[in-house]
């Protein structure tokens, strides 16, 4: 038997996955990186789960790589003429794939941080579509601290979020930037004191998972594309995509009710 290193649970319409090593701040093994990924498209390809929040156990969110893991531990004595692990084999086969799921998940994703999120466990993160952090939690781009790039996205979404000259800073420097600083800068959506964290995700999700979710990914994915494109062919892939939203039961729905001056019960996905 595999030992499990992701909780499942559900609300309602709410998958909660939650990462389980808190011993080690949650830092993330190739078993644990497969068994998220599949957490996610068990979420994806389940029609009941209409929103999904990340969390983490314990006192920390995420703090990367365990850099522990023989997968990617270079030996350190002398004489040792083992070959060096080629940690871009990881990256592409557990972060990269990972990354992906998250960000063509067809319902929105929340990341609720509740401690230090650091290394990849930061950008994973930041790869959710809305975080929320708690008063406490910090954010660390571990990476230059011990010789290593950005992975998991960093390096498309730091200087997305919140521009080249502070991406830079936060990927050069590595310190700790504190959840309401990281409120400040638009890296993130939201900081709340540590007490109100649990109940400003859940209703947060609750609202999400009642709106037209179908929308909000695609929403997602125009944005995410849009940063490639110009002016005039983000217009056409807007009309393209709000061409198939206008086919949509759910927009069918919005606009009924509207017009009924009742609230909407989107149910496609
Ligand atoms: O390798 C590849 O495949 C490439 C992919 C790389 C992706 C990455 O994520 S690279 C970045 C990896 N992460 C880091 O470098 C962060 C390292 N951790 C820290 O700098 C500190 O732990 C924190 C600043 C995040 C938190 O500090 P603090 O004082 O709150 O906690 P702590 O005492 O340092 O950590 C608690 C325990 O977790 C401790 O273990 P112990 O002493 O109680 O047995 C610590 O060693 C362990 N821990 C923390 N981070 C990691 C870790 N163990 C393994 N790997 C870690 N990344």
């Given amino acids: 038997m595999h030992e499990s290193l992701i909780e499942h649970t559900q609300e309602g319409a709410v998958r909660a996955l939650r990462l389980f090593r808190p011993a080690l701040l ?63 084999h990881v990256v592409a086969q557990y972060y990269v794939p990972l990354a992906r799921t998250v960000r063509a998940m067809p319902v929105p994703v929340i990341a609720a941080v509740n401690g230090v999120a650091a290394g990849a466990g930061a950008n994973l993160a930041l790869g959710c579509d809305l975080v929320v952090a708690a008063e406490s939690a910090n954010f660390i781009q571990a990476f230059a601290k011990i010789g290593l790039v950005p992975d998991c996205g960093g390096s ?35 900081c709340v004191p540590d007490a109100e964290l649990t ?36 217009l056409v892939a807007e009309a393209a995509a709000q061409s198939q939203a206008g086919f949509s039961a759910d927009y069918a729905e919005g606009a009924a009710a509207f017009m009924a001056k009742r609230a909407p019960r989107f149910e496609d996905r």
Avoid at 44 to 62: E, I, K, M, Q
Avoid at 72 to 85: F, T
Avoid at 221 to 232: E, S, W, Y
């Fill in 26 to 88: 949650n830092a993330t093994t190739c078993a644990m990186l497969v068994q998220l990924r599949e957490a996610f498209e068990a979420a994806a390809a389940d029609a009941s789960v209409r929103c999904v929040v990340l969390t983490g156990a314990g006192r920390g969110f995420c703090v990367g790589q365990d850099l522990n893991d023989p997968l990617v531990r270079q030996a350190e004595a002398a004489g040792d003429d083992a070959p060096l692990k080629d940690l871009g």
């Fill in 156 to 190: 498309w979404l730091l200087p997305r979020l919140v521009g080249r000259a502070k991406a830079l800073e936060l990927a050069l420097l590595g310190d700790k930037l504190s959840a309401r600083e990281a409120e400040r800068i638009g890296l993130i959506h939201r």
């Fill in 199 to 234: 109940d400003t995700v859940s209703q947060l999700a609750q609202r999400l998972a009642q709106g037209s979710v179908r929308a909000m990914a695609e929403t997602r994915k125009l944005m995410d594309a849009a940063g490639l494109l110009d002016f005039n062919t983000a």
